[in-house]
């Protein structure tokens, strides 16, 4: 074979599948004392995922009704021998509604354990654009244990007792009769019960039996739909056929995905925050991250950070990436765990699910707040010096004057720098000032 052929042979180059990069969704967070964030909370596939779960939970719930649950739902009400009072439910979330409410209620609960919290549910699984806390993350917890609690108790709707013919015969003189009777739970339709209702009460258009897995002895392994609706494909039950994930099974999944939650990014903006904010207090806070500091501290003994000339001690703030300002505020700092308890102090988003485990900062900070943040990491810990061996100083001193004024007592003697010589022109004022004094004595 010719080199020609074995190269059309060959087969064609696959390549690789790039993964799809996360797009950044960074949420406004404004905290406790005034200062603003934004935030980018990696909850993993709750707004994405269980969001879509949880919306086929609902709709398929609402969408099973009377056949498909094996009752005959709103149908009945008014209906011969229907007790007086009785409410009749069509679809299965009106009867898983109705269900959990009215237990709750019995426990003397006044607030809607159903309704509320799904909704609350649903709110949080829908928030792209807001924040998980952790409070919302304590309500669902305490929703997870509340549905738990219903499973293979007397609550369990696999365990609600239905009294169901065990045997039918026929009466003397025509029609038929219940012999005996039996205990089933789960579902009240079984074949017996059918058979009752076509034979003895002589219904037309009998609705037949249920699965018979839908029924059985007491804390059994049958399924029925509500007991499939709470509990399928959870820690307490098995997938199941009319509904593959129930409400428990995904308020577990909520609660493993919360656990894992971290901020893959957050940037603390003081220049949006406005007013009203303690600096000081965010100065110290700031200095007191050593990482920061760190940062700071070579910033200070870079050239770059400096002016020319005569002004070669000056802080230049802003006018490129090589300034002080600049530099900072484009700064991503890759953070522990460690850090990331400085950077939630900060923000004050303690509240904020993910806050103890931060992957990267960004800071945008203002030009009096970094001065104060300069005092604090160089000069109250004695560092004057300037690249070149002067002292600096910035333009928020007022010149070296302000520097003398505010700090005399910690700058090293050799760095104090040397008075300046009057001109004869301010003698001669101040000599003819203590004339003036003398003469008028």
């Not at 008014?78 to 426990?107: I, Q, W």
């Not at 293979?152 to 009777?181: H, L, W």
Request: net charge positive.
């Amino acid at each position: 074979m010719s080199w020609t052929s074995q190269l059309w042979k060959r087969e064609p180059i696959l390549k690789a599948k790039k993964k799809p990069v996360k797009k950044k969704q960074l949420v406004r967070f404004k905290g406790p004392d005034g200062v603003i964030s934004f935030i980018d909370q990696d909850v993993g596939e709750i707004h994405s995922k269980l969001k879509a779960d949880f919306a086929k939970w609902t709709d398929t719930c609402k969408g099973l009704s009377n056949e498909d649950i094996g009752v005959v739902g709103s149908a009945a009400t008014g209906s011969k021998g229907t007790p007086k009072g009785k409410k009749y439910f069509d679809t299965l979330y009106e009867h898983l509604d109705n269900h959990v409410t009215s237990v709750a209620s019995r426990k003397g609960q006044e607030k809607r354990l159903f309704k509320e919290q799904l909704a609350d549910f649903e709110r949080i699984l829908g928030g792209e654009d807001g924040l998980i806390t952790e409070e919302d993350a304590e309500d669902m917890k305490e929703f997870t244990e509340k549905i738990r609690g219903f499973a293979g108790g007397k609550n369990d709707p696999k365990n609600i007792p239905f009294t169901v013919p065990a045997s039918i015969s026929a009466k003397e003189g025509g029609g038929f009769e219940v012999d005996e009777k039996t205990v089933v739970y789960g579902h009240y339709r079984t074949p017996k019960y059918v058979e009752m209702r076509t034979k003895v009460k002589e219904s037309e258009n009998e609705m037949g039996a249920v699965p018979s897995s839908w029924y059985g002895a007491e804390n059994g392994n049958q399924t029925p739909p509500m007991h499939q609706a709470m509990f399928a494909n959870s820690s307490v039950s098995k997938k199941g056929t009319l509904i593959t994930t129930g409400l428990l099974g995904l308020l577990e999944t909520f609660d493993k995905q919360i656990e894992g939650a971290v901020i893959d990014e957050v940037i603390i903006d003081f220049a949006t925050s406005g007013g009203g904010i303690n600096m000081e207090k965010k100065a110290q806070q700031l200095a007191d991250w050593k990482l920061f500091a760190n940062y700071v501290r070579r910033i200070m003994k870079s050239t770059g950070t400096y002016g020319t000339g005569n002004a070669s001690n000056k802080v230049i703030y802003s006018g490129g990436p090589s300034r002080i300002l600049d530099n900072i505020n484009a700064k991503a700092f890759n953070v522990n765990r460690l850090s990331s308890k400085f950077i939630t102090a900060i923000g004050g988003f303690q509240d904020i699910v993910g806050h103890e485990n931060i992957k990267q900062f960004r800071i945008k900070i203002t030009r009096p707040l970094l001065f104060r943040v300069i005092n604090k990491v160089m000069r109250e810990r004695g560092d004057f010096e300037a690249p070149d061996g002067r002292l600096f100083y910035t333009p928020d001193d007022g010149g070296v004057k302000g520097v003398l004024r505010n700090w005399s007592n910690k700058i090293p003697e050799k760095l104090k720098p040397k008075p300046v010589k009057k001109s004869w022109v301010a003698s001669l004022w101040s000599w003819l000032n203590d004339m003036g004094r003398y003469i008028k004595k």
